[in-house]
């Protein structure tokens, strides 16, 4: 893994010093994980660096280790690229190896506003034979460029004139029952784009809600879960959406309020924070299970605080041999119950 690390930092040193004589400041650095983003500034030496993430978490792991190296780059945490001022001469997107194509798409389609006019985008790309950007690119800015060989695999463009925005956003509908059917918004970086997740479903199809319980959803990404048990609660009990993702947060909200949650709020937080212990009903979590555990084991650490004794925690997992300690070292006794493919892990705080 470490030796993966060194060769993808020479690889983008190589692509930034391939065109290190067309970056102007100020300067847009689009995602990238914390350790690339902070590689990418160190290179840069610029003083005008603003860093884009999407996610609290992410964009506090960054901020440690630009303060770490002294760099004054300022990171803001946004649901959007455009969010920000158009104002940027220079944006580079590192795109991750893997990853959502519909995010890529996305980031580059919204990299095209935030730029002054003529302004650049540069795209790193770590495939030697790139097959998404090319084409991509070319719909939105009109003409693309490379640098001559040896300059690794990076591809730039110039805004010129203007372009209607684009949304890459898809409204997916969901049914439990013959009676009742959701419509929920969702967007690319958020988790389940355009679905309605099997381990969400199997989440929903376990928990037990009563009229009047306040619920607690960690992790909520776009809302199903917790706005279906914000329904079932009713308007005697509340919701409250939290995510790290402030995309997800804001779509959240959106989906609450179109789905006619009138008692409910949103919260964008990485560790979970600004909420009244002991006063939940119910916590529902639904960790990423392709992430390390430390974020399962916040989850479940924080909802056995939020929650009142004798509430009602739920967690949907596909890691049970790994998850399931957890839980039990938090909560004491677990109840494991299999839907869809996934596992339902249940428990009571004393």
Not at 212 to 234: E, H, K, M, P, Q
Request: charged letters at 25%; one cysteine or more; aromatic letters at 8%.
């Amino acid at each position: 893994m470490a030796r993966q690390k060194q060769h993808g930092d020479r690889q983008m040193a190589a692509e930034v010093a391939a065109v290190a004589d067309r970056i102007r400041p100020p300067v847009l650095l689009i995602l990238g994980s914390p350790r690339e983003a902070g590689v990418l500034v160190a290179q840069l030496e610029c003083p005008e660096i603003v860093c884009y993430q999407m996610d609290l978490y992410q964009a506090e792991r960054l901020e440690q280790e630009l303060g770490a190296a002294g760099h004054p780059a300022r990171v803001v945490t946004a649901a959007d690229l455009w969010d920000l001022s158009a104002d940027f001469q220079t944006a580079i997107y590192p795109a991750p190896q893997g990853g959502e194509r519909m995010l890529k798409l996305d980031m580059i389609e919204q990299a095209f506003h935030v730029l002054r006019p003529r302004g650049t985008l540069f795209v790193l790309s770590p495939y030697d034979k790139e097959q998404l950007f090319p084409v991509s690119l070319k719909k939105i800015f009109g003409r693309v460029h490379a640098p001559a060989a040896g300059g690794g695999n990076v591809l730039w463009c110039r805004r010129e004139g203007d372009r209607p925005r684009r949304r890459h956003e898809i409204t997916f509908q969901a049914r439990l029952d013959a009676e009742t059917s959701l419509r929920f918004l969702s967007r690319p970086g958020v988790f389940s784009y355009g679905r309605f997740d099997n381990g969400a479903r199997a989440l929903v199809e376990t928990m037990q809600i009563e009229p009047g319980d306040r619920v607690l959803d960690v992790g909520c990404g776009c809302g199903t879960n917790g706005i279906w048990a914000g329904r079932l609660s009713g308007p005697a009990g509340g919701t409250t959406l939290v995510d790290s993702n402030v995309r997800a947060v804001a779509l959240a909200e959106i989906n609450a309020k179109g789905n006619g949650l009138t008692t409910f709020q949103t919260l964008a937080s990485s560790n979970v924070e600004g909420l009244e212990e002991k006063c939940f009903d119910v916590a529902l979590a639904n960790p990423p299970y392709y992430a390390q555990l430390s974020i399962a084991q916040l989850f479940i650490e924080r909802c056995r605080q939020l929650l009142r004794p004798g509430g009602r925690f739920y967690l949907v997992t596909r890691q049970p041999d790994q998850v399931g300690p957890l839980v039990a070292d938090v909560f004491g006794r677990t109840e494991v119950v299999e839907r869809r493919g996934y596992i339902v892990l249940c428990a009571t705080p004393p």
